[in-house]
């Protein structure tokens, strides 16, 4: 399945009509808390203005996105953490995600029930966020349990590790997620990256219809600015969307949703951004294979090596790697075309050590 994000909150926050329609799937969208009981799943390409140009340039028969995965999963309450709704199930489904896209409702709707009553981000938040950590500080505390005896006979990877947990316990019992624990050491690090509140979030404001082109703080909206508010706090990005809104334009043709989203005065949807923001707030580079049956891109995660970079496109590319011959996107553009790069000194030649970079536009040379 690759990178996925979760889509979380309460019941009737409006996950299922976003991820609807940004999926183009079917995930049912009732208005009653677990209708969403098995978690939905769809792949989403990433936009990205880049590849249509270069497929331009190569005059490329075909282009291939990059994609995330994002997994619809049913709205938590309040006891979940202790087994309340679905809890356990759901909490499962948020344990197997690499990201979370936090849906806050901001819209008002009569029609619509609100679980815990009107529209309140800060409380919907914290419910959530308390749920998450208390499932969490549940995990920590039966680690330390299990860990307390073997460490008092000595065992000195028992001990260090015990000591990690002691460090985890009080930061989550003040109700702090696991990712805002500053880690040196090699134990806290993987202790941390176990627990739900690790997970890298941003937040999604599922405002009216009249706020879909609102930014956050411009006082447009007091709910907005709210969840504006609430993500400062928490070192998050936010995501306007109002899933009314993309719900009609998932409707329409691909060649009339621009001109609808222009009279609303938006120059893209927000499923695009919340793509794009899914895909970064994932730590994922882009590079591009090019020519003129595909302009393809790629996914790796910041970091990685040309080699395992090669291993994405087929195995035999990272066992018999060689070298990796590569154009700075910049470089390709101002050149013109490949040929023109190569002719002004753009393309360089990288070997197994080469971390690769989000733009890069490579042929990798192997033998097996």
Known sequence: MGFTCGIIGLPNVGKSTIFNALTSAKAAAANFPFCTIEPNTGAVAVPDPRLDR???????AKLIPTQVTFVDIAGLIKGA???EGLGNQFLGHIRSVDAIAHVVRC??????????????????????ETELILADLDSVQ???????KVAKTGDKEAKAQFEVFQALEPHLSSGKPARTLAHESLYLAQAISTLLTSKPVMFVANVDEEFAG????????????????????RHAEVVVISGKVESEVAELAPEERNDYLSALGLSSSGLD???????????????????????????APGGTKAPQCAGKIHSDFEQGFIRAEII?????????????????????????????????IVHFRFNV
């Open 107 to 128: 819209f008002s709707d009569s029609n619509v029930v609100h679980v815990d009553g009107g529209v309140n981000p800060t409380r919907d938040v914290e419910t959530i």
């Open 214 to 233: 609102a930014t956050p703080g411009d006082g447009a909206s007091k709910a907005l600015d709210e969840v504006l508010g609430l993500a400062k706090e």
């Open 81 to 83: 953490s202790k087994g």
């Open 54 to 60: 270069l497929a331009v340039m190569a005059k490329s």
């Open 273 to 299: 951004r919340m793509a794009l923001k899914g895909y970064q707030l994932l730590g994922l580079i882009t590079f591009f294979t090019v020519g003129p049956k595909e302009a393809h891109a790629w996914t």
């Open 142 to 148: 039966k680690s330390m349990q299990r860990l307390e």
């Open 328 to 360: 700075g996107y910049e470089d390709f553009i101002n050149a013109g075309s490949e040929v023109k790069a190569k002719e002004a000194g753009k393309l360089r030649v990288e070997g197994k050590e080469y971390e690769m970079r989000d733009g890069d």
